[in-house]
């Protein structure tokens, strides 16, 4: 099951107490405060969770799969996770 945006909307109605429309308003402004800060190129640190950063890749050689002619790759800008041990260890005991 993938966790969706309606989702956390229904769960702040239904946990929080929220009205639909609040809770639609805080969840967009989170997701909007997440996003100015990654674009901005600043960490965003959700502590017990884990951590978003912006990376630049370098340009690199690439290889066409079907026909194996090498490609250049252009530069590029990515958003990276990493897990907080908290998560980490949430996640392996249900393994």
């Known amino acids: 099951m993938t966790l969706v945006k309606d ?3 229904q ?6 107490g929220f009205s639909k ?4 308003t805080t969840v967009e402004t989170v997701f909007e405060l997440v996003k100015k ?4 190129e600043d960490d965003v640190l959700i502590s ?5 950063s912006v990376k630049k890749k370098a340009p ?3 290889r ?12 590029r800008t990515v958003i990276t996770f990493k897990c907080s041990p ?4 949430r996640i392996n005991e249900k393994g």
């Open 21 to 24: 429309q609040k809770a639609r």
């Open 86 to 89: 908290v998560m980490r260890d």
């Open 64 to 75: 066409n799969p079907i026909t194996g002619e090498d490609l250049p790759l252009d530069a």
């Open 48 to 52: 017990g969770f884990g951590k978003f």
């Open 11 to 16: 769960t702040l109605y239904d946990q929080a």
């Open 7 to 9: 989702d956390l909307i």
């Open 37 to 40: 800060a990654l674009e901005f």
């Open 60 to 62: 690199r050689k690439g």
